[in-house]
């Protein structure tokens, strides 16, 4: 609610198949989420974009669009700070630093631009990725909500 | 499907006006219906009018390099207008301005292009 402390801890997991038409139910569910931080329409664009990077990696290349597969995204809001996670049980990651290097796809055939993980790291705070072959791969991501009340105040 | 493809003819440029979402899952039909227009035509170069488009992705980004390669492999040109804040940071990031020329509306762009061909 309005006038807490900012200390107030909230959550939701949200758990759906690997199917690319998730992607925008993804990326809808988390921005209406977060917007009780009241984020501007750059910071929420910002975590839609995410959160769409990191599904589509998990259905693509996790679980090379087998939908049987099954993504988890947490979002955990804690004061002014977003943590995002989004995990999956696919094929893992072979080598993390290269598929971490812009324009590196694992796929070209099927005309990836390789700027998944730089969109990733650019738009948040911080970013992880762990990943083993053969049991999945997670990414955890944090940013800060300025808040458009912030800016008024 | 939240995305909408209308295309127009000018002579031997076609213009593209994406709007709604292009993110992977609207990404296919895309590039099918644009590939598609570019083989039947006489399409020397492409616009991409980017008004309507409320979001983008990396696999948006993959699309459009796509037909950039497409188009400049038959000898063509393409360039973007009308693009909104939000996508131009991402096509910004990608270093796709260092390839392909911006323009603030479908007539800039289309005379601009007119004194390239």
Do not use: W
């Amino acid at each position: 609610m309005s006038g807490d402390k900012g200390n107030d801890r909230n959550f939701m997991t949200l758990q759906f198949a690997a199917k690319s038409e998730n992607e925008s139910f993804a990326r809808v569910t988390v921005a209406a989420f977060i917007s009780q931080l009241d984020p501007t329409m750059d910071e929420l664009s910002d975590l839609k974009t995410v959160i769409s990077e990191a599904v589509t990696n998990s259905v693509i290349h996790g679980y090379d669009c087998n939908s049987e597969g099954i993504v988890t995204i947490t979002a955990e809001i804690i004061g002014d700070t977003v943590t995002l996670t989004v995990e999956d049980r696919g094929h893992g990651i072979e080598d993390l630093e290269l598929a971490k290097q812009p324009l590196y796809t694992s796929k070209p055939e099927l005309e990836r631009s390789g700027m998944g993980f730089t969109i990733m790291e650019n738009f948040m705070d911080e970013f992880e990725v762990s990943s083993e072959q053969g049991s999945g791969t997670s990414i955890r991501m944090k940013k800060r909500i300025e808040s458009k009340k912030a800016l008024y105040n | 499907m939240n995305l909408q493809v209308e295309m127009e003819q000018h002579r031997k440029t076609l213009i593209i006006r994406l709007s709604g979402e292009l993110d992977h899952h609207t990404a296919d039909m895309v590039r099918m219906r644009l590939d598609e227009a570019i083989q039947r035509g006489q399409v020397e170069h492409l616009i991409l009018s980017l008004k309507g488009l409320q979001f983008m992705d990396s696999s948006g980004l993959g699309v459009i390099l796509g037909r950039y390669k497409l188009i400049k492999s038959k000898g063509g040109k393409m360039v973007v207008c009308e693009v909104n804040p939000t996508v131009y940071r991402l096509l910004d990031m990608s270093g796709l301005f260092k390839i392909m020329q911006i323009y603030d509306n479908e007539g800039h762009a289309l005379s601009g292009l007119e004194v390239v061909s």
